[in-house]
């Protein structure tokens, strides 16, 4: 069986609105790590050190359809600087993650008034996520 990462099987919250009117972007909804897991630390003498970091947060960007009413929910959260919890799911493939301690960091490019528009974009970043890949 082949596993279906489309938007049609994706579940993303943020406070527990779903999410639903993604942008024109190819990927619309991107997670990544903000510090790294562990450094290595090498020595001039041969040795290294391992340093790992309990928590290394997590950074997400959501590309959402101009004009859209999600679009304006993140902007009211940005707006407050409300304290953000997201959930996302894709069904199917049994990938989930949850993160908490979250903030909107910042907005992205606004290109309007030309033959094509951007989306609007929104840049949360999480104290602490834990997140499930996989498949079935």
């Known amino acids: 069986m082949t596993a279906n990462y489309s938007t049609d099987g994706f579940v ?13 972007n190819a990927t619309p909804c991107n997670d990544e790590p903000i510090d790294p897991k562990s450094v290595l630390r090498r020595g001039r003498g041969g040795r290294a050190i391992r340093l790992d970091r309990l928590n ?13 009413p999600d679009s304006a929910y993140m ?13 996302k799911t894709q069904i199917g493939t049994l990938e989930a993650a949850v993160g908490n301690e979250g903030i909107i960091t910042n907005d992205g490019p606004v290109g309007r008034g030309a033959e094509t ?9 999480f ?9 079935n």
């Open 127 to 135: 104290n602490v996520w834990s997140g499930l890949k996989g498949g």
């Open 12 to 24: 993303f919250s943020v406070n527990g609105r779903e999410i639903t009117d993604w942008g024109d």
């Open 56 to 68: 290394p947060g997590r950074r997400v960007t959501l590309q959402l359809n101009p004009g859209s």
């Open 75 to 87: 902007q009211g959260l940005f707006n407050s600087n409300a304290n953000i919890t997201v959930t």
């Open 117 to 125: 528009i951007t989306d609007d974009v929104f840049i949360m970043e």
